[in-house]
């Protein structure tokens, strides 16, 4: 085979390998941005006033937790903090579920570039976390503690 026609080969594998991407990647990314736009006309159609809007997160769940770990959208109202999973099931925490509130740039041997976990520590004693923006942690942490945490 010529250098052109190795060239030509792997012009064609990137291209082909573009496009399997693509098509796997642009109906998820379409479907987050409807779970971010549908949790927030829940939220705003509720009576509860939002206190974070809705924020694509990365959800790690606890031990024994129904939702499962993965992508999702998180969003705090005065009452309740919401874990919407972008495939799957809605977490809802209530006052006096989360124990106490922390944030961290590692969880469980994980770290996501750019991103800090907010981790929750729940009433049962086991840890839960979401991601935020790298300097958010910090205000998700008061807003948690002024309207969620056990007190």
Same mark, same amino acid.
């Given at each position: 085979?010529?250098?052109?026609?190795?060239?030509?080969?792997?012009?064609?594998?990137?291209?082909?390998?573009?496009?399997?991407?693509?098509?796997?990647?642009?109906?998820?990314?379409?479907?987050?941005?409807?779970?971010?736009?549908?949790?927030?006309?829940?939220?705003?159609?509720?009576?509860?006033?939002?206190?974070?809007?809705?924020?694509?997160?990365?959800?790690?769940?606890?031990? *024994?937790?129904?939702?499962?770990?993965?992508?999702?959208?998180?969003?705090?109202?005065?009452?309740?903090?919401?874990?919407?999973?972008?495939?799957?099931?809605?977490?809802?925490?209530?006052?006096?579920?989360?124990?106490?509130?922390?944030?961290?740039?590692?969880?469980?041997?994980?770290?996501?570039? *750019?991103?800090?976990?907010?981790?929750?520590?729940?009433?049962? *004693?086991?840890?839960?976390?979401?991601?935020?923006?790298?300097?958010?942690?910090? *205000?998700?942490?008061?807003?948690?503690?002024?309207?969620?945490?056990?007190?």
């Amino acid at each position: 085979m010529t250098s052109t026609g190795v060239v030509l080969l792997v012009v064609g594998i990137l291209a082909l390998n573009a496009l399997v991407q693509a098509a796997v990647w642009v109906p998820i990314l379409r479907k987050r941005k409807r779970a971010l736009l549908d949790l927030g006309e829940e939220l705003s159609r509720a009576s509860e006033k939002t206190v974070r809007a809705p924020v694509s997160t990365t959800f790690v769940a606890a031990a *024994g937790m129904v939702v499962r770990s993965g992508m999702a959208i998180a969003a705090l109202s005065e009452k309740r903090l919401f874990i919407q999973r972008v495939f799957g099931q809605r977490q809802v925490f209530s006052p006096g579920e989360i124990a106490r509130v922390q944030v961290a740039r590692r969880f469980r041997s994980r770290m996501f570039g *750019g991103r800090e976990f907010v981790i929750l520590t729940l009433a049962g *004693g086991h840890d839960a976390a979401f991601t935020v923006a790298r300097g958010d942690g910090a *205000g998700w942490q008061a807003d948690l503690e002024k309207h969620i945490v056990a007190r």
